[in-house]
């Protein structure tokens, strides 16, 4: 009887162009819901499996594009999760620009937080959410953090970070990921430092996972 009434996790997608603070804004809700079991899953982990191109082609593949994610697998482990069965996730080589060898093992949760920049762009994969989120950050701000974090934790150039930036990282926000804005329950601006966004977020998460167990409590 437990196994019949139980509910599906709740389902909440994070999105925003590259250094908005979606991250820092996943991690804060993860944080809070602190008594609740919650995972979170990154969108990189599905980006295309490119064992068999070669490392210069590799280089030239549009990352900010949609055809560069593997997204009918994100849907397919989504869709397992939701039923309450364990998924292998992918792990990304940032280095090698494919996935590496290895997966993930990952338990369904509670809660289940997705968060990438284009998790608002698929129909199938938005009809799987409870809860969606655009975080709005300006253009100045959000090179800035990218230049930053590309530097310091990905050895990255500056003269290289710029380049993919004017070329494809900025076409892309303005062409594919800003649009999905319009799909968003609730939009963020200025990420994670919007505490009283993310306070009431918490607060909703929290109230519909209680609706949940009270149901829950009501049928068995």
Do not use: C
Not at 56 to 82: C, G, M
Not at 180 to 208: H, S, W
């Amino acid at each position: 009887m437990v196994a019949k009434a139980r509910k599906p996790p709740v389902i909440i997608g994070v999105t925003g162009g590259s250094g908005s603070g979606k991250t820092t804004v996943s991690q804060a809700v993860f944080n809070q819901l602190a008594g609740h079991s919650v995972l979170m899953l990154q969108e990189d982990s599905y980006y295309n499996d490119q064992a068999g191109l070669t490392m210069e082609q590799r280089l030239q593949v549009n990352y900010d594009h949609p055809n560069a994610f593997d997204t009918p697998l994100l849907i397919k482990q989504l869709s397992r999760l939701l039923d309450w069965k364990s998924v292998q996730v992918p792990v990304y080589d940032y280095t090698a620009h494919t996935r590496s060898k290895q997966v993930r093992v990952v338990e369904p949760q509670e809660v289940i937080i997705v968060e990438g920049i284009l998790v608002l762009n698929d129909p199938q994969l938005r009809d799987l959410m409870d809860i969606k989120i655009f975080v709005d950050t300006d253009d100045d701000i959000r090179i800035i953090r990218r230049i930053q974090r590309d530097i310091q934790e990905r050895g990255r150039s500056l003269d290289s970070v710029i380049n993919q930036y004017l070329g494809t990282v900025k076409p892309m926000y303005h062409q594919f990921i800003e649009p999905t804005k319009r799909y968003a329950d609730v939009i963020v601006p200025e990420g994670g430092e919007n505490t009283v966004a993310i306070d009431l977020l918490v607060t909703k998460v929290r109230d519909v996972l209680r609706r949940n167990h009270q149901q829950i409590e009501n049928e068995i």
